[in-house]
Structures are given as structure tokens and as C-alpha cells.
């Protein structure tokens, strides 16, 4: 029973490169989300998806794009990292029912230089 | 502008004591608060709810109230054990937007 599960862990980019973070959960959930955890705030939502084959915008969604082509499967891509993009991600899942509270990966920890 | 928020960055109770956690929102019309717990290197998981239609939910030795009125909810964890000490997050979510809004999180250190 993995659940939620983003890789990679850890990652140190330089600052214009591009990367991939991959979001994989195995409860069949309609929904997924895309965070990012800051020293004294919140976690605040980049993207989120509602079912395949959609996404829409989030809070903060500059300088991310994300893509969701299979159900199990939410990837959030940075084109040209910045370091204001350090932070750590934290993908998400939601069977619906919100009462209940989502699913939470157990985050990347992205460094830009 | 934050919609939630918890004041207190830290906590440190000892064992067998109460642990009060704080939280102020400023939406009226959220519908639902949740608490999550999160320990170093993992990601926060689901810990207790409560509904806009109720003041208190219990759930062993967590139990959340909510004050409408001042806007204001609260986490009470009684007796408070050292497995207790982690950041723990109060969340909103408002129906309408179908949206959950997160606090920055209290650390929370129970000790021995």
C-alpha cells in the first residue's frame, strides 16, 4: 500500500535548468495536487488536477507547468529553475471527499543555486 | 494575505499534559477544518475533521473545537506523549472553490 509516492527525494539544480518531479498514487483518486512547503507559510497549492487528462492553476503557479496523462500520475515540471523556487513539494491525491483530508507524498526537497 | 492562521510557531508541553494547538481563520464561509500532523521527512498526514455545523470532535485523545463566532479553532491532545512531537497543520476548505487553505504550522514538542 504505497499510497502517494514523488520522486525523486532530494534534488540541487542550478539556476535555468529544468527538471521533472513525478507523482505516482495507487488509490485510483480522481484528484491531485501540487504544493510547496515555505519557511512560516503555509502550503501553498502550485497546480491541481480534478481527472486525466486536466489541470488548472493553483495559488502559485508561475513558473511551473504540470501534466497529468495517466490517472496515477501528476508531474510538475520547472522549465527554467530559479532560486525562488527552493522549497519543498509536496504532491497530493483526493478521493473526493474532502472531510476526510488528502493523501500526502512524502515531499522533494528541491535546492536551486 | 494568509486566510489561515497559526500564531504560535512552537510548543513544548510535557508528557502526560495537555497540548493546546491554535488557529484563526477569516473566511466565514468555510465549510470544513482539518488537522495534520507532520514528522521530519515525511509528508503531513490526515489527523482529525470537524464540519462547519459542529463545535467539538473527538477522536481518542485528539479532540478539535471550533469557535464560529471568534473564528478560531483549536486541537487539544490529552495526555500529550513524546510520539506526539511533530509540526502540525490546521487546514480550511471552502466548498465553493473546492479549495483547502493551510496554515504555516506549529512544532510541537511533547517532552519526556
Known amino acids: 500500500n504505497a499510497g502517494v509516492t514523488q520522486t525523486p527525494k532530494f534534488r540541487v539544480l542550478k539556476t535555468g535548468q529544468s527538471m521533472t518531479l513525478l507523482c505516482a498514487q495507487d488509490?485510483?483518486?480522481?484528484?491531485m495536487y501540487w504544493y510547496r512547503q515555505d519557511p512560516g507559510m503555509g502550503l501553498r497549492l502550485i497546480h491541481y488536477?480534478?481527472?486525466?487528462?486536466?489541470?488548472a492553476k493553483g495559488e502559485v503557479p508561475d513558473g511551473y507547468n504540470v501534466s497529468r496523462l495517466k490517472k496515477q500520475n501528476f508531474l510538475l515540471g520547472l522549465e527554467s529553475a530559479a532560486p525562488s523556487q527552493t522549497s519543498v513539494y509536496f504532491c497530493?491525491?483526493?478521493?473526493?471527499?474532502?472531510?476526510?483530508?488528502?493523501?500526502f507524498g512524502s515531499g522533494t526537497r528541491l535546492t536551486v543555486v | 494575505d494568509q486566510q489561515v492562521k497559526q500564531n504560535s510557531p512552537s510548543l513544548s508541553v510535557q508528557e502526560g499534559r495537555i497540548s493546546i494547538l491554535n488557529c484563526d481563520y477569516t473566511?466565514?464561509?468555510?465549510?470544513?477544518f482539518l488537522w495534520y500532523k507532520k514528522y521530519p521527512a515525511e509528508g503531513p498526514t490526515f489527523l482529525i475533521s470537524?464540519?462547519?455545523?459542529?463545535d467539538k470532535n473527538e477522536d481518542g485523545r485528539f479532540t478539535v473545537f471550533l469557535n464560529k463566532s471568534a473564528k478560531h479553532l483549536s486541537l487539544h491532545i490529552v495526555p500529550s506523549q513524546p510520539g506526539d512531537s511533530a509540526v502540525y497543520f490546521c487546514?480550511?476548505?471552502?466548498?465553493?472553490?473546492?479549495?483547502?487553505?493551510f496554515g504555516s504550522g506549529t512544532k510541537l514538542n511533547v517532552k519526556p
Open positions: 497530493a491525491s483526493d478521493g473526493g471527499r474532502a472531510f476526510y483530508g488528502y493523501t
Open positions: 488509490m485510483n483518486h480522481e484528484y
Open positions: 488536477s480534478v481527472g486525466e487528462g486536466t489541470t
Open positions: 473566511n466565514s464561509m468555510f465549510d470544513y
Open positions: 470537524i464540519s462547519s455545523i459542529k
Open positions: 487546514a480550511s476548505y471552502d466548498y465553493n472553490f473546492n479549495k483547502f487553505y
